[in-house]
């Protein structure tokens, strides 16, 4: 699958900088924060029952009496970051399917060496982590999966990891200590620019929201070449140290999200390590409890034969 609309290459301010992941000159820009929410329909004007309206008025014909417009509901774009981990809000938005796409990518690991999967392109000579638009009837999981083996060569699995969701976890797994989850760690939004074969005419881009996910690869995985798309022939993978990793993608989004999808992994062993110390307490403390229920059950059972 292409890679991405306009390209993937991303830089922020400076390393420590949370702010909003800017593309690079001459390729797709994201929200800037300032992006208008979707647009009321021009005064007088009704969509066409045969095409898909793009804005403009329809012939006089098919026009219905002038009414004053509806303003779409707007909300002003945060001045400051969600959270030191995020990018500024942005402001409600309506998107139509033509106008938009869905797509995941992944951060592959392999713990038992503590590195991480980087893809080289030898025809752009450039580094980048696998992602791309899901297909028709996939689930992001899956496509991010399929995309992972596909620009990687590597059979990746999603890992599970304590990721601070706000998905909520379903009722029969709800329990007192926090549980690890697949969730998508991070989501980025990027803009196209110009107009892609299923939008209408007069289309002037849209908007791709790419869902990240942190997989992993067992020590013994086997890299398998001609995995990808016909353009895709020419990727490669290369295990890379955590510092090679960031040396090679500097300060684009995707140095930001292997360095927070490590930050992840060393944040879940030790939650883990927590829970666990956590769960032999509980049972410590359940087997006291049947110990004293047990030595109650005899000394009841003495007295009464005591007392025969």
């Not at 699958?1 to 993937?8: C, Q, V």
């Not at 620019?193 to 209408?200: E, H, M």
């Not at 997989?215 to 016909?230: F, K, L, N, R, S």
């Amino acid at each position: 699958m292409s890679r991405t609309p306009t390209g993937s290459s991303f830089r922020t301010a400076s390393s420590n900088d949370p702010a909003r992941p800017q593309p690079e000159e001459g390729e797709g820009q994201q929200h800037d924060g300032a992006a208008q929410a979707t647009r009321a329909e021009p005064e007088g004007s009704q969509p066409s029952r045969h095409r898909f309206w793009t804005g403009g008025q329809q012939p006089r014909s098919h026009r219905a009496p002038a009414q004053p417009a509806a303003a779409a509901p707007q909300r002003a774009p945060d001045a400051q970051p969600l959270s030191p981990l995020s990018s500024p809000g942005i402001p409600d938005s309506l998107f139509h399917a033509q106008d938009f796409m869905l797509g995941a990518g992944m951060v592959i690991l392999q713990p038992a060496t503590g590195r991480v999967v980087l893809v080289h392109d030898a025809a752009s000579r450039t580094w980048f982590l696998p992602k791309g638009r899901k297909d028709v009837g996939e689930s992001l999981e899956q496509a991010v999966l399929r995309e992972a083996y596909e620009e990687s060569g590597y059979r990746a699995t999603l890992m599970p990891l304590y990721v601070p969701t706000n998905a909520p976890a379903p009722p029969a797994q709800r329990t007192r200590l926090p549980a690890p989850n697949t969730e998508p760690f991070y989501m980025h939004t990027q803009r196209w620019r110009g107009r892609r074969t299923p939008q209408a005419q007069g289309a002037v881009g849209g908007e791709y929201f790419v869902f990240w996910y942190v997989g992993q690869i067992a020590e013994d995985a086997v890299w398998e070449q001609g995995t990808g798309m016909p353009d895709e022939q020419g990727y490669r993978a290369h295990l890379l140290t955590r510092a090679e990793a960031m040396d090679r993608l500097g300060e684009r989004m995707e140095g930001l999200l292997v360095q927070r999808a490590y930050e992840l992994w060393e944040l879940s062993v030790r939650v883990e390590e927590w829970v666990k110390k956590e769960e032999r307490k509980a049972r410590g403390a359940g087997s006291a409890t049947a110990g004293d229920a047990d030595a109650a059950g005899a000394s009841g059972g003495v007295e009464q034969d005591d007392g025969q």
